[in-house]
């Protein structure tokens, strides 16, 4: 199995923990040929930073015949743009979250890959993980029966501290808790349960902008304003009967995530879809409780993982798992609970995604060609 030669565009702070993975845990499948960014400092930091041999413009990372893939880091807005400049490259491309702002931009790259023979992944790929693998493991295998609910709960801080270098995305659509967190929690709901066949919700706002409180914030005392919602609670009807409740703020302080599955023979506590590993529970018919123990490896630290499992699928010709037709999904279901709180009403989603493959049990550390 070669190595695929990657290029990453966008040097931020999501980057330094691709990178660090990219060039070592994955290293045996992934290399890291060049980084781009539109400050050139920050691409050059990085570079020095995890020894990437060159730092280019984006169009000289698109044009080396060498790069086979792109990791698009880059600010949500511009997610879609540049992942259909990377296909007309003929690149393959993996991005962050989320997958797009519109259904339209997300269709017409899925569209472009199609007719071009090329592989689209999109983040989170903490999925792919020990625990929310072994969460899959355990519910195929009948630990808790046939599960008909699940209930999410994403609380978490809102931007007014400022110290994110570029906290007034957080405040936009793409930032909001929905489309910035809500993947975590909507692509391990797929893996656990199947696909979304309708929605509804209520999507508040409770401020039209903040001010910046904290003095060691580099825009401490700016007003800036609030454009997207900041307070979400979701139903989701699953194709496969189960319904689900999602809370997702960033109206609070502290972190304060929850995630469990209920069945007609047990409960179980998931870990946070954010991480890779976690505590798992399980409570029983009898009303016992129970840790259980990683079936997978994979519980560090593992972002990157989807595009290693992309590298496999290239030489391989499988599908990749955190595919694009997956983050498409998630995508319509996150617009789908924004036009059903307008709307006061249930959206039926039109797109529909197969349940990810889940990994082998037999998985070995560092071989995900299965």
């Not at 991480?275 to 079936?295: C, D, M, W």
């Not at 789908?336 to 989603?349: D, K, N, Q, T, Y």
Request: aromatic share 6%.
């Amino acid at each position: 199995m070669r190595k695929i030669k990657i290029g990453v565009i966008g040097a931020g702070v999501i980057s330094n923990v691709y990178l660090k993975n990219c060039t070592g845990m994955f290293d045996n499948v992934l290399e890291v040929k060049a980084i781009a960014d539109m400050v050139p400092e920050n691409a050059r930091k990085r570079a020095d930073e995890y020894n990437i041999p060159n730092v280019y413009t984006v169009d000289e990372l698109l044009d080396d015949p060498e790069i086979e893939i792109v990791l698009n880091l880059t600010a949500p807005a511009a997610h879609a743009p540049l992942n259909l400049k990377a296909l007309q490259a003929g690149k393959h491309v993996y991005t962050e979250k989320p997958f797009a702002l519109s259904r339209e931009d997300a269709d017409e790259v899925l569209a472009l890959a199609e007719q071009k023979g090329l592989l689209v992944g999109c983040a989170p790929d903490t999925f792919l993980g020990a625990g929310i693998q072994t969460c899959v493991k355990l519910i195929d295998d009948g630990w808790i029966g046939t599960p008909y609910a699940a209930s999410g709960t994403i609380i978490m801080g809102n931007a007014s501290g400022g110290m994110h270098p570029n906290f007034q995305n957080f405040l936009k659509l793409g930032g909001d808790p929905i489309m910035d967190m809500g993947p975590y929690y909507l692509t391990a709901l797929v893996a656990l349960l199947g696909p979304v066949r309708r929605v509804t919700g209520s999507a508040q706002q409770l401020n039209k902008e903040i001010t910046i409180l904290n003095p060691k914030s580099h825009a401490y005392g700016r007003t800036v304003p609030v454009e997207a919602p900041t307070n979400v609670t979701a139903v989701l009807d699953f194709a496969s009967g189960a319904v689900a409740s999602l809370q997702a703020a960033k109206e609070s302080f502290g972190y304060a995530p929850r995630l469990e599955v209920y069945g007609t023979e047990g409960n179980l506590i998931v870990p946070d879809p954010n991480f890779f590993g976690g505590t798992i529970q399980l409570r029983s018919a009898s009303g016992e409780l129970k840790e259980v123990p990683h079936s997978h490896p994979y519980a560090e630290e593992g972002r990157g993982m989807g595009i290693a499992d992309m590298a496999y699928a290239i030489q391989s010709g499988r599908g990749n798992r955190a595919s694009g037709r997956l983050a498409r999904h998630i995508l319509d279901i996150s617009l789908g609970i924004f036009e059903a709180s307008e709307s006061e009403s249930h959206v039926r989603l039109q797109s529909t995604v197969d349940r990810p493959k889940p990994l082998p049990l037999g998985l070995k550390y560092n071989m995900l060609d299965m």
